[in-house]
């Protein structure tokens, strides 16, 4: 990271009660006058303003200076109101320097589409301008000079965006890209790979050297955002009520890890998707009363189990449900953690034994050996060993399931984040189940319902037939 050093602007101007106008993470992006550089960022800390800073500020300074940068900058955000909120940091940049300068508005048409936007430019001290203007790859044709691409994750061109705006920077211009994530498989995502790898130094053959910048809302607090925000609005956060806050308001883990805690959305690749398990969820239907399971109790429909068995720390799962007309409705989710093996084997076969139970497939892998071997002497447990193909019998029907709506699970965020939590991937051995492990378990969740819905496979199968019949 290369370093411009006694530069006399704004970032050393005590204008607030801390002393500095930008903040350390943002202090640390100015600073570096890499020629690529790419910020992987939360939401709203302040990266288009910093960025905004540097152009104004470099341009401000005289010829020959060190941090000097006269050249022409063109930017592009993902809509036109973005564009403009750049033009007027610039415009409030120049202002702290009492450099007094407008923002010229023009109308630019796309010659594919024939429609007209608008261009936002603000002159620069050093008779350079900087433009700012909507994602369209064609507006950076014929242009040279440094160019900002802002929220990248976002435009709608993005590989034809970065095809178009690199040769700009081919007579020493620089290239800066900033952006939240959005979603594993886009091309910003695959550009913070290259850059990461370039700074463990271990870069791949073709991967382009960016200079990361990563900056999650817990990093940026950490270096006093919170404070920041109490001097400028007059509020009284503490660090830690002010993430909680922002914590609550998210829907899922999905969310908070994309746009504050800079990790891309695994929506997209999760086998179960956030909408989907949401079509299905019904608000406590597996608080089943404990009379449920009294063996005089008949009432009802039929009832299939499913048990993942969790190695060492993993919980283990009995996952009950039961056919209400042509849907498997979850009754009851038993978790079990520190339990001794012969406890979790009493419960199942307790279970297993009750009238209106038609099957139960077990997890007989490993340390389920023992309790798959007890399930199938009840004569309607099946013990199954999880290998790729086996789990592919599992994991597809199970969406088939949720696709079909033909399954009911509970509403709460755990059982939620377990199913959302696995991915597919092909390999050459076929298709590949997997999920992170985390103190919650290793979607544990996700696995005895796949065998709740395969015990009850048959009788599925029957219904869906009289249905399309």
Sequence with gaps: MNEATNIPDAITTPKTKAGRILLPWQEAWRRDTSDLKLWEKSRRIGATFTEANDVAMTRSLPSGHKGARHEDYWFSSADESAAYEFADYCRFWLKTIDKVTEIVEDEIEDPSTKRYGTAYTVNMPCGKRMTAMTSNPRRFRSKGGDVGLDEYGYHDEPTKMYKAAEPCTMWGGRLRILSTHNGEGSEFHKFCQMGDRHKRGVPKSGDIPFSLHKVTIVEAVEQGLVERINETKGTTFTRESFLEIRRSRCLDDDQWNQEYMAIPSTDATAWLTYQLIESCELDGCETAPPVYWD????????????????????????????RVGDVLVTREVLVMTDEDLSVKQAELLRRLRHPKVVRGCVDGTGLGTQIGQEAVKTGKGESIKFTLPVKDELASPLRGYFEDRGVRVPGDSDTREQLHAVRMTRTAGGPRYDAARTEDGHADKFWALALACHAAKPAYCVARMEVLI
Excluded at 304 to 317: A, L, P, Q
């Design 295 to 322: 063996y005089s109790n008949t009432k009802g429909g039929q009832r299939y189990i499913g048990n993942d068995i969790g190695e060492s720390k993993d919980r283990t799962i009995i996952w009950t449900v039961e």
